[in-house]
């Protein structure tokens, strides 16, 4: 058991962290407040090797680990937790062609893909269908050598902005097992979109509804066989949801980081805040949570990268987590701001309404706790 990063993640992480700092930071609060989704910077740390980070290298991935990724997630995650989780679902997208696609499919899609010239969206939701994804009823029936898809998608990321969907609809029955995974490129007939959602956080990427309405798709953007597509939704989210905890990671990094500074600045009582000693105590357990956090999602990312049958249990533990820590120490950073904490130029509130939703979305933390009890408890 080895705690330290090699020289080689030490140098991901500084890659990652340095992007942050000069692409994604200094910009992080206008995309916010202008509701701009950053493509072109996103295509730049694409470049960097960022959109495809555990797929294989011969069609231009990176092919790192998960714990790789963690770490990149992390430190780009210090500039904008919004920017960085939309280029995990991005990675997920990729992941999901490069480890279930064709040949043909993987030459196909991911040489785009990897350099963002095609950016990818997931498609699991549906308006009726959240939580219980296994029961989703968009409706992909074959005709010939096409599919003709019908039904609708909730809260997709990127939606309308992103070229290519990857889909999951029923081609058979009831349940998880009648369900497929497709590739939808967006100029098909038939695909369209809502309106952008007005939301909490997030608000540098859109997050719109996706409509069918007789979408036809060749047969050929089915990935893998009929029947397949919720294993590989869920096979997906592990990553994503490791992801999505190390983006909340950075992020309350971030808003610790930011309240020590303004600690030190800060005084009442004619003395600095920083001298309070209840004050100096919350700060101590902000930090402590955060590392703890770490040293899990870093155990949970070892353990998917190891193919660990613990794997699945460990990323739900691991989101369910970190996501939670994350949200209460930019929730108590922007506390110890007093009113300025409240106003958008700190910068810290913003934090707080990004990393709100990671408790909800890549399945909910009450989701989390059914699987790691299914897990605890077998199928009793
Ligand atoms: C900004 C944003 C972006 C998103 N991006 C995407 C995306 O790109 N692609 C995509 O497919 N989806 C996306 N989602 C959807 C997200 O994954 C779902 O919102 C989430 O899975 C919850 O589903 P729901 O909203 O239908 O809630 P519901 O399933 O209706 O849940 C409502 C409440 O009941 C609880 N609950 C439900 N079932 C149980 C149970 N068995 N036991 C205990 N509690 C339970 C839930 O935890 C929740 O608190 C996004 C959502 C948001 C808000």
Same mark, same amino acid.
């Given at each position: 058991m080895d705690f330290e990063l090699s020289d080689e993640q030490a140098a991901i992480r500084e890659m990652a962290a340095g992007f942050a700092a000069e692409a994604i930071a200094p910009h992080a609060l206008e995309w916010d407040q202008n509701k701009h989704f950053p493509i072109d910077t996103l295509k730049a740390a694409a470049g960097l090797g960022? $959109?495809? #980070?555990?797929?294989?290298?011969?069609?231009?991935?990176?092919?790192?680990?998960r714990l790789d990724a963690a770490l990149i997630f992390e430190a780009l995650s210090l500039g904008c937790p919004a920017v960085a989780s939309f280029l995990s679902i991005h990675n997920m997208c990729a992941w999901i062609i490069d480890a279930y696609g064709s040949p043909e499919q993987r030459s196909q899609w991911l040489p785009a893909m990897t350099g963002m010239e095609m950016i990818a969206s997931y498609c699991l939701t549906e308006p009726g269908h !959240?939580?219980?994804? !296994? &029961?989703?009823?968009?409706r992909a029936v074959r005709d010939g050598d096409h599919y003709i898809l019908n039904g609708q998608k909730q809260f997709i990321s990127g939606a309308g902005a992103s070229d290519l969907y990857i889909v999951m609809a029923r081609t058979?029955?009831? /349940? @998880?097992?009648?369900i497929s995974t497709f590739i939808v490129p967006?100029?098909? @007939?038939g695909l369209s979109f809502g309106a952008s959602e007005k939301k909490?956080?997030?608000?540098a990427q859109p997050t719109r509804a996706v409509m069918f309405e007789n979408v036809r798709v060749p047969a050929? &953007?089915? #990935? $893998?066989?009929?029947?397949?597509g919720f294993r590989i939704a869920m096979a997906a989210l592990d990553g994503g949801r490791l992801n999505i905890a190390a983006c909340s990671l950075g992020g309350a990094q971030a808003a610790l980081d930011k309240a020590i500074a303004y600690m030190g600045e800060r005084k009442a009582f004619g003395r600095k805040?920083?001298?309070?000693q209840a004050l100096q105590f919350r700060l101590a357990d902000m930090a402590t949570e955060l590392e703890v956090a770490r040293t899990f999602l870093w155990r949970a990312a070892s353990a998917l990268d190891a193919k660990s049958p613990e794997a699945t249990r460990f990323c739900a533990m691991a989101k369910r987590f970190v996501t939670d820590a994350g949200f209460e120490v930019a929730n108590q950073a922007l506390q110890l701001h007093?009113?300025? /904490?409240?106003?958008?130029?700190? !910068?810290v509130e913003k934090i707080v309404r990004d990393l709100r939703v990671h408790q909800i979305l890549e399945g909910t933390n009450e989701i989390m706790r059914v699987i790691i009890a299914r897990a605890l408890l077998g199928s009793r």
């Open positions: 960022m $959109a495809a #980070i555990y797929v294989r290298e011969d069609v231009g991935g990176s092919g790192l680990t !959240g939580s219980d994804a !296994g &029961n989703l009823a968009t058979g029955g009831e /349940g @998880p097992k009648g967006k100029d098909t @007939p909490m956080g997030w608000h050929a &953007n089915r #990935i $893998a066989e009929e029947g397949q805040i920083s001298d309070f007093g009113g300025y /904490g409240y106003l958008s130029e700190y !910068g």
